[in-house]
């Protein structure tokens, strides 16, 4: 069945480093890809998608590519912010009869520190 | 564009007691919507799934006497704790989707307290 795995956490980074949460998935179909971030407290906001491989998602800084031939959905970004301190949930949605079913990875928070 | 809306946003309760948390598209007509559970430092786990009109469908696991979902309209998707027990604590978040559209727009969640 379709999956999502991503790496654990936490990540403590220093503001300004460069961040890399991988993400790796399993479908059977051709799935799209999103990145979603939680702030504490929060709902999920939609950070990056993808709908097809080869695609580049990206917002605020933060890059995702589809990469079909490894299955991996990594987030990326070249300088982080205290204000990027969040739980980061990779996700994956396969087209389902009538509607999309969503399979989230576990979250890996983020902790930058200034 | 596409917002979805949770009601209320924390609610605490004793044991026993039923509580009802709504779900709203304010801006679009979902057809449907979704409803997740998370536990504390751990991701989302799908309840169920409602579209407008018909029984929700459950995920294994999840009693549908315990967590009655009703989907009346496009717009309101209603989850009912029923009977609440301390272990049904949790942060409750709901998502809508269109038919066609290959994205869920989330809510910003319930904290549901039970004493």
């Known amino acids: 069945g379709d999956s999502v795995t991503q790496m654990e956490g936490p990540v403590t980074l220093s503001e300004e480093a460069f961040l890399t949460i991988n993400c790796t998935y399993t479908?059977?179909?051709?799935?799209?890809l999103f990145w979603y971030v939680q702030y504490p407290g929060e709902g999920l906001q939609l950070l990056l998608k993808?709908?097809?491989?080869?695609d580049k998602g990206s917002n605020k800084g933060f890059e995702a590519t589809y990469r079909k031939e490894t299955t991996s959905f990594h987030l990326e970004k070249g300088s982080v912010q205290v204000s990027d301190s969040a739980v980061y949930f990779c996700?994956?949605?396969?087209?389902?009869?009538?509607?999309?079913?969503?399979?989230f990875g576990s979250g890996t928070k983020l902790n930058v520190k200034p | 564009g596409a917002v979805v809306s949770q009601h209320p946003s924390r609610v605490i309760c004793k044991s026993g007691t039923s509580v009802k948390i709504e779900c709203r598209s304010l801006?679009?007509?979902?057809?449907?919507m979704f409803w997740y559970r998370q536990f504390p430092k751990q991701s989302l786990m799908l309840m169920a799934t409602?579209?407008?009109?018909?029984?929700?469908?459950?995920e294994q696991g999840v009693e549908k006497d315990k967590f009655l979902i009703n989907h009346a309209s496009l717009t309101l998707s209603t989850l009912t704790v029923t009977s609440a027990h301390p272990e049904d604590s949790s942060f409750y978040i709901c998502?809508?989707?269109?038919?066609?559209?290959?994205?869920?727009?989330f809510g910003p969640g319930t904290r549901l307290t039970v004493l």
């Open positions: 998502s809508a989707s269109v038919t066609g559209y290959n994205e869920q727009f």
């Open positions: 479908a059977t179909g051709y799935p799209s």
């Open positions: 993808a709908t097809k491989a080869d």
């Open positions: 996700a994956l949605s396969d087209r389902g009869y009538n509607f999309n079913k969503f399979y």
């Open positions: 801006d679009f007509q979902a057809t449907t």
């Open positions: 409602s579209n407008e009109g018909s029984k929700a469908t459950y």
